[in-house]
T-cell receptor, first 112, second 117 residues
Framework: GESVGLHLPTLSVQEGDNSIINCAYS??????FIWYKQESGKGPQFIID?????DKRQGQRVTVLLNKTVKHLSLQIAATQPGDSAVYFC???????????FGTGTRLQVFP | GAVVSQHPSRVICKSGTSVKIECRSL??????MFWYRQFPKQSLMLMAT?????????EQGVEKDKFLINHASLTLSTLTVTSAHPEDSSFYIC?????????????FGNGTRLTVT
């Protein structure tokens, strides 16, 4: 079936460095993508989204890149902070559905 | 911002009993809410779509008679786990979006940790 997946289950970065979290999706019809952050024991928190008519979108310290040719999505976090430690999920909404399909998640660990 | 509230945050019940989880949209109305389930160190799996005023739509493999969903108002959806068993122990999370269109983010509650003994 269709799925959204991630390359790295765990990413460790030093405080102050930039982080890049990657995601591969398989549904070429997907037209909307979201990154969520989930801290332990909490629900996912919206970070940033992007529509398929764009290839880049920036927020505060975060940038999402979309490469539709290879069906790849990435989240870049600038100047990573200890508070960024969490599990990050990419998710997609297909064109014909309002459901949200989640990827497998990447744990980001920030060390001093 | 949009706030989705879940209650309770944690519940422990005995095997064979039923548990009700409430999901409320606090500052917006939601004709549709989504219920997810998450096992430890795993991703969120969509269980069902809750539709205000009509029957819920369940994902393949989710037993509708075991996971009863009621969406009686534009701000409240409930999930009842009936005749709970230890394998139903999980983290249940609801979500909703402010806009009715699929190209807008879902806002999530903080989840309910269910433990069945």
């Amino acid at each position: 079936g269709e799925s959204v997946g991630l390359h790295l289950p765990t990413l460790s970065v030093q405080e102050g460095d930039n982080s890049i979290i990657n995601c591969a999706y398989s549904n070429s019809a997907s037209d909307y993508f979201i990154w969520y952050k989930q801290e332990s024991g909490k629900g996912p928190q919206f970070i940033i989204d992007i529509r398929s008519n764009m290839d880049k979108r920036q927020g505060q310290r975060v940038t999402v890149l979309l490469n539709k040719t290879v069906k790849h999505l990435s989240l870049q976090i600038a100047a990573t902070q200890p508070g960024d430690s969490a599990v990050y999920f990419c998710a997609e909404n297909g064109l014909r559905t309002d459901k949200l399909i989640f990827g497998t998640g990447t744990r980001l660990q920030v060390f001093p | 911002g949009a706030v989705v509230s879940q209650h309770p945050s944690r519940v422990i019940c005995k095997s064979g009993t039923s548990v009700k989880i409430e999901c409320r949209s606090l500052d917006f109305q939601a004709t549709t809410m989504f219920w997810y389930r998450q096992f430890p160190k795993q991703s969120l799996m969509l269980m069902a779509t809750s539709n205000e005023g009509s029957k819920a739509t369940y994902e393949q493999g989710v037993e509708k008679d075991k996971f009863l969903i009621n969406h009686a108002s534009l701000t409240l959806s409930t999930l009842t786990v009936t005749s709970a068993h230890p394998e139903d122990s999980s983290f249940y999370i609801c979500s909703a979006r402010v806009s009715g269109t699929g190209d807008s983010p879902l806002h999530f509650g903080n989840g309910t940790r269910l433990t069945v003994t």
